[in-house]
């Protein structure tokens, strides 16, 4: 059930906000995209493990472009299907039966990076 002209447009939509921030310039977007490389790189925290709690904040946060974003770059770093589930399971917990609605649309971004969910 992944609706993926949705995620493609998220994609769309996210690239073109990047290059249009960037050519502009935003001071702003150019230092939240330095604070976004620090705060993702390795440290005591591997990026993976730090791409998981951003799974977990952005499902309990309901933003749906951020869910995507940073399953996407938990899977590039290594994390696999049921650490991703488990980080979405935390941001359900924080986030009470609402966020379970969020926790849909990160399962439909799962399937679209992982396959089929079994």
């Known amino acids: 059930m992944v609706n993926r ?3 493609d447009e998220l994609t769309r939509t996210r690239k073109w ?3 249009k921030l960037q050519t502009l310039p ?4 150019q230092a939240f995209t330095q604070m976004e490389s620090a705060t993702f790189a390795d440290g005591h925290l591997p990026r993976k493990t730090k ?3 951003a799974v977990g904040i ?3 946060m309901n933003c749906e472009s951020c869910m995507q974003w ?3 770059q938990a899977a590039q770093a290594g994390a696999g299907l049921r650490e991703v ?3 979405v399971e935390v ?3 924080m986030g009470g039966g609402p966020a379970t609605v969020s926790a849909r649309f990160a399962l439909q971004v799962m399937e679209a990076v992982f396959g089929r969910l079994d």
């Open 85 to 87: 589930l488990e980080a």
């Open 58 to 60: 952005s499902v309990q």
């Open 70 to 72: 940073h399953i996407e």
């Open 91 to 93: 941001g359900m917990e």
């Open 26 to 29: 935003s001071k702003v977007y």
């Open 51 to 53: 791409e998981l709690i």
């Open 5 to 7: 002209d949705k995620l």
């Open 17 to 19: 906000a990047h290059q």
